[in-house]
């Protein structure tokens, strides 16, 4: 059974930084593309980074770029996202995802709330 458990999530100030982990259990992480998303209500969900099996990395969300990175530890079967200078507008819920190298399946995790206010 894959579990995918999200953490780091918190209230922070403008300006402020973050770092969100996943952990990955149940599939072989090393051969599994990861990627953040984040959702407000009301809005669909938003891919904001993305990592291949191999390590290439891809900040998506624009308004992401230059602030965010992602980066993976396959020894411990864990996806990061390092998030800097803050914005209100980067106010979430963070979710991370799991596609399988080997099936192709998609898993997600549970969500972790990152809000950026003063």
């Known amino acids: 059974q894959v579990q995918l458990v999200e953490s780091g999530g918190a209230l922070v100030q403008p300006g402020g930084s973050l770092r969100l982990s996943c952990a990955a259990s149940g599939l072989t992480f090393s051969r599994a593309a990861m990627s953040w998303y984040r959702q407000v209500p009301g809005k669909e969900r938003e891919l904001v980074a993305s990592?291949?099996?191999?390590?290439?990395?891809?900040i998506d969300a624009d308004s992401a770029k230059g602030r965010f990175t992602i980066s993976r530890d396959n020894a411990k079967n864990t996806v990061y996202l390092d998030m800097n200078s803050l914005k209100p507008e980067d106010t979430a819920v963070y979710y991370c995802?799991?596609?399988?190298?080997?099936?192709?399946?998609?898993?997600w995790g549970q969500g972790t709330q990152v809000t950026v206010s003063s």
């Open positions: 995802k799991a596609r399988s190298g080997y099936t192709e399946n998609e898993y």
């Open positions: 990592i291949t099996s191999g390590g290439r990395n891809t």
